[in-house]
Nanobody, 121 residues
Framework: QVQLVESGGGLVQAGESLRLSCTVS????????ISWFRQAPGKEREFVAG??????????NYADSVKGRFTISRDNAQNTVYLQMNSLKPEDTAAYYC????????????WGQGTQVTVSS
């Protein structure tokens, strides 16, 4: 069983930054792909960013809407994945969820409880 706990959400103004954290426990951290998703009211959940450990380096993927503004990273010693969000826009307002899946699987098996990010204009 894998447990995911998100933190770091809040209310900011457009152009400001936030850093979300996802602490992972319960399994070998490096064998999982960890991703961030978000869901705004009335919209479907969407992929934001993901990180996979590939033995010698991390592989990172981003949604086009956040490329150049968001950065995903991991601290193996802390079993934590971060999402640094810069130049935030009102359209980034959503509940952000951390999710994990065994690397190579299609389906995300584990989800956190979510953290709210609100960006005012």
């Amino acid at each position: 069983q894998v447990q995911l706990v998100e933190s770091g959400g809040g209310l900011v103004q457009a152009g400001e930054s936030l850093r979300l954290s996802c602490t992972v426990s319960g399994r070998t951290f490096n064998s999982y792909t960890i991703s961030w998703f978000r869901q705004a009211p009335g919209k479907e959940r969407e992929f934001v960013a993901g990180i996979t450990w590939n033995w010698s380096t991390d592989i990172r993927n981003y949604a086009d809407s956040v490329k150049g503004r968001f950065t995903i990273s991991r601290d193996n010693a802390q079993n934590t994945v971060y999402l640094q969000m810069n130049s935030l826009k009102p359209e980034d307002t959503a509940a952000y969820y951390c999710a994990a899946k065994r690397t190579g699987n299609a389906k995300y098996e584990y989800w956190g409880q979510g953290t709210q990010v609100t960006v005012s204009s």
